[in-house]
């Protein structure tokens, strides 16, 4: 009974309990309302499912018209996707590791010495040679436009032929590495045609009516500062 506690100790003790179960309300109210969004910490393009609608081709069963394609898919800005759309050039039957040693080592070369790309990398300009000792053993891949000798192993798909494809072709740019490769989020200056000869290659594209809620860091570079991992 709080009656024979001397004068004075009742204030106390009932502030010190007041106070106490205070602080233990504010200490757990927070933790019970933490989350995250999905996506929250992880890879670009984590965030939701996919949207939208990719087309894919067929190559072996015939390429679209070079006018049809034109109008479903460059003037629409729409990508599709075309399997085996280089499926006879003569670079997949040559171009093993032994074949670029021995037929263009001497070539030189443009590296980026980091997987990940970093647009503040300078890079490094080796021989093609040298290149193809060190990439399965270290941080490395080339990319470079496509050398001059290497054009004769290589064919522009036939629908992509007449004048307004080929008069407007600016430069053919040439990728190969150990895989695990990946670049910063970015906008290019011209429509690409993206040939996966060897491995795999994940896209993830962004329509362009998203490009502002983005908010690009170097516009004049024309990419994003993201970390996309």
């Known amino acids: 009974s709080f009656s024979k506690w001397p004068v004075g100790w009742q204030p106390r003790l009932y502030t010190m309990l007041h106070v106490t179960v205070r602080v233990l309300i504010v200490i757990f109210v927070p933790a019970v309302q933490a989350t995250h969004p999905t996506g929250h910490l992880e890879k670009l ?53 032994k074949f670029l040693e021995e037929e263009y080592g001497d070539v030189e070369i443009g590296i980026e010495t980091l997987k990940k790309e970093d647009r503040n990398n300078p890079g490094e300009l080796i021989p093609l040679q040298e290149f193809l000792q060190r990439y399965k053993k270290e941080d490395i891949y080339m990319v470079d436009s496509l050398p001059q000798a290497m054009h004769k192993d290589w064919m522009i798909p036939h629908f992509l032929l007449c004048g307004g494809y080929t008069d407007n072709l600016s430069t053919i740019y040439s990728w190969l590495s150990s895989g695990g490769t990946s670049s910063v989020l970015h906008v290019d200056q011209y429509e690409n045609f993206h040939c996966v000869v060897n491995g795999y290659k994940a896209f993830i594209i962004i329509d362009r009516q998203y490009l502002e809620r983005i908010g690009m860091d170097n516009k004049e570079r024309g990419y994003y500062e993201m970390d996309v991992d």
Do not use: N
């Not at 479903?72 to 003569?90: D, G, L, T």
């Open 45 to 97: 393009g984590s965030h939701q499912a996919s949207e939208g609608h990719v087309d894919v081709l067929d190559g072996a069963a015939g390429f679209p018209h070079p006018v049809d394609f034109y109008r479903r898919y460059v003037e629409r800005q729409r990508p599709v996707v075309i399997r085996q759309a280089v499926a006879s050039i003569p670079a997949l039957q040559k171009w093993t590791d």
